[in-house]
């Protein structure tokens, strides 16, 4: 048995639970652009809560896992953002709304 960590691993699983919780409701991410600006935006990649002038006009996906492509749900526009430069992330989930968010901050 071996103590040693696979960063990987964990990555691919939060990657696969990320755009789960895209597809399903309007989440929270900060993150830091690539100018070094650090911006917070509420987002989703589930179709209901995108108007339809501004659905995708294609199926074509995306072939870069680490980049995420969602739809600004304040500013009613589509922008990305790299796993790699996420500073936390919020998926409000079934939680009742009074309750403190639980915000998983990335190392």
Do not use: H
Not at 16 to 28: A, H, V
């Amino acid at each position: 048995m071996t103590d040693d960590y696979d960063d990987r691993k964990f990555d691919d699983a939060m990657i696969t639970q990320m755009k789960t919780q895209l597809g399903d409701s309007i989440c929270t991410v900060k993150f830091t652009k690539e100018n070094g600006d650090e911006r917070e935006m509420k987002c989703t990649t589930n179709l209901r809560y995108i108007p339809e002038e501004k659905m995708p006009k294609s199926d074509e996906g995306n072939n870069d896992r680490k980049l995420f492509i969602v739809f600004d749900t304040d500013i009613n526009e589509w922008r990305s953002f790299r796993y790699e430069r996420v500073l936390s992330f919020y998926y409000p989930g079934n939680a009742p709304s009074n309750y403190p968010p639980a915000t998983r901050v990335f190392p």
